[in-house]
């Protein structure tokens, strides 16, 4: 009896160091602050400004842009000017000569041997030469690279869309390691009072010595399970400053509001797949293909000009052998000219190129229309897995307040039956193992449905209704 008396009273006592040391042991809700911390929306905005990648792909549209202006001076006539002034003799030759990089002469050989004196050359004048009709080449040619553009733009959509869900997605990440962070300290926490519970019982020889080198492992290992949750963090909180575009820099502390309280209605119907920016930049990929392959379609037949020039000459030459003295002939006016005609332009080696170009093209057109059929497929299954994962973490988020809740009575209990000398330590331990568990099930599960929201929103396309739910935008 008297060891029983005993025994009740340590328990009592301990009991009562539990339920003081007990009520430390719960994982710490973030305490709330005068300043509002970094929300995720505020993370989104900061990677679509800085982030490397969303800015690549607005200075590659911005250029894409820019080659339509490029293809429409194609409707321009070539015009420019062109003068020359040279020294030389009068040295000329009589018949043809192949194209060279010597200077052409011309003229009647003299009859007398040349002394080897110089005069001065001049010519100036404006060119025009100007493309009447294409058969629809040039339209087709400023269509492709309008579609180019059209295509650049959606992809920088897409690509912003892509920064911003990795920016949502990193945030996600570091609230969940800090949630699991929490989690490991309160186990920590609890298996330190469980620790020095045993060592009383075991000093007190109600426990056997086995009991304290379990619960000494335990501790240990709980405190290797915080050093793992604790590197977990850091590296979260790495990848989010680089996905911010800040990478390397620290910081500030995130607002943890979404770990409160999940959505309460089901995001928005999604749109169409074919209107997703993935799937809208491949669309005018396709329109691009098909208006090279109408460019093709003329690009070997006759090409017609109207050309016109305006020249002057000017030389020092009086006759051969007979050169005027200083600066004769450096003004382009001893002789006016003019010309005006018409040229055809008709290849038959552009024929047989642009016949193979075709072929080409034909397959380019085939593989874009099947990537596009590829795109659609991959985005209509993303969202159905997206549906499937919103579902499951909507389910799981209802389910884990029961089981935290059952997992919280059952570790009280397997304490007082520990305490009171009812069950082994190993019971214990597992109570202990099964309330971190339901602790961090809880934690995580409104993130959980957070994430199914991101997944929804990416897969249609469309982050606004995700940022508006988690605190605007």
């Known amino acids: 009896m008297a060891s029983g008396c005993r025994r009740c009273l340590i328990g009592g006592a301990v009991a009562a160091m539990v339920a003081v040391l007990g009520g430390m042991a719960r994982p710490a809700a973030t305490p709330p602050t005068g300043r509002r911390g970094l929300t995720l929306a505020e993370a989104v905005r900061r990677a679509l400004a800085y982030y490397p990648g969303a800015l690549v792909a607005a ?103 892509q920064v911003a869900a990795h920016a949502a997605d990193t945030f996600l990440n570091v609230l969940a390691a800090q949630a699991e962070q929490q989690v490991a300290q309160a186990d920590v926490s609890r298996w330190h009072t469980v620790d020095q519970i045993v060592r009383v019982l075991v000093a007190q020889q109600l426990r056997p010595g086995a009991d304290a080198s379990r619960a000494d492992a335990e501790l240990a290992g709980a405190r290797i399970r915080l050093a793992g949750t604790v590197q977990a963090a850091e590296r979260a909180q790495a990848a989010l400053a680089e996905a911010v575009g800040n990478a390397g820099a620290a910081l500030p502390a995130l607002d943890a509001g979404l770990l409160a309280a999940a959505p309460s209605s089901a995001p928005p119907a999604a749109p169409d797949v074919a209107l997703h920016p993935q799937a809208r930049a491949q669309q005018q990929a396709v329109a691009a293909s098909r208006q090279q392959g109408k460019e093709l379609a003329v690009a070997d037949r006759p090409r017609f000009y109207l050309l016109g020039a305006a020249y002057g000459r000017g030389t020092g030459v009086v006759a051969p052998g007979d050169l005027a003295a200083g600066a004769t002939g450096l003004s382009p006016t001893g002789a006016g000219n003019w010309a005006v005609g018409a040229g055809l332009d008709f290849s038959f080696t552009r024929l047989a190129q642009v016949r193979r170009q075709r072929a080409v ?102 982050l606004q209704p995700f940022l508006r739910a988690a605190g605007g935008y």
Do not use: C
Request: hydrophobic fraction near 45%.
């Open 59 to 161: 200075r590659n549209a911005a250029a894409a842009r820019a080659q339509v202006g490029v293809a429409r001076t194609s409707y321009l006539p070539v015009t420019g000017i062109t003068a020359q002034f040279d020294r030389g003799t009068d040295n000329a030759v009589l018949g043809p000569t192949f194209p060279s990089p010597l200077p052409a002469i011309s003229g009647t050989v003299p009859t007398k041997d040349y002394f080897g004196g110089s005069a001065w050359t001049s010519a100036a004048g404006v060119y025009f030469n100007w493309e009447l009709f294409d058969f629809g080449r040039r339209a087709a040619n400023v269509n492709f690279y309008r579609d180019l553009a059209a295509q650049a733009s959606q992809h920088e959509q897409y690509v912003r869309l």
């Open 361 to 462: 093209q034909r397959q380019q057109l085939a593989a874009a229309q099947a990537q596009y059929a590829q795109i659609v497929q991959r985005l209509a299954a993303a969202r159905r897995q997206a549906a499937a994962d919103l579902a499951a973490a909507e389910q799981v988020s209802k389910d884990s307040p029961i089981e935290l809740q059952a997992a919280q009575m059952g570790e009280a209990q397997a304490r007082a039956r520990y305490q009171a000398g009812l069950s082994a330590i190993v019971d214990l331990a597992n109570a202990e193992q099964l309330l971190a568990r339901a602790q961090s099930d809880d934690a995580l599960s409104r993130l959980q449905v957070w994430r199914g929201w991101l997944e929804m929103g990416f897969a249609a396309g469309d």
